[in-house]
């Protein structure tokens, strides 16, 4: 069973940093695409971060500059180092694992999250 578990959130004031991880556990993590989403109240989620198995990663433009994603594949962990943290950053950040299913596609994994506020 695939079990994925944030770490890293907590309370945070402007212009800080802060760096969440995701440790991942009964899957093959060098072959899954991993991303960082995130939910802030009364919004949608949304795409954050994502780095794909082979490398590339991206981001929202929100945080272009400020986000980076790196993955070590040895741990089976990805990680998302914030930096310049601002009060709309505040949300409920969740990491995805996109398991290959080979011909089926694929399969998504989701950990329960973690709360990150940003505020004086």
């Known amino acids: 069973q695939v079990h994925l578990v944030e770490s890293g959130g907590g309370l945070v004031q402007p212009g800080g940093s802060l760096r969440l991880s995701c440790e991942t556990s009964g899957t093959i993590f060098e072959r899954n695409d991993m991303s960082w989403h995130r939910q802030a109240p009364g919004k949608e989620r949304e795409l954050v971060a994502g780095i794909p198995a082979d490398g590339g990663a991206h981001y929202a433009d929100s945080v272009k500059g400020r986000f980076t994603i790196p993955r070590d594949n040895a741990k089976d962990t990805v990680y998302l180092p914030k930096n310049d943290l601002k009060p709309e950053d505040t949300a409920v950040y969740y990491c995805?694992?996109?398991?290959?299913?080979?011909?089926?596609?694929?399969?998504?994994?989701w950990g329960p999250g973690t709360q990150v506020t940003v505020s004086s």
């Open positions: 995805k694992a996109e398991e290959p299913q080979g011909k089926v596609g694929v399969l998504d994994h």
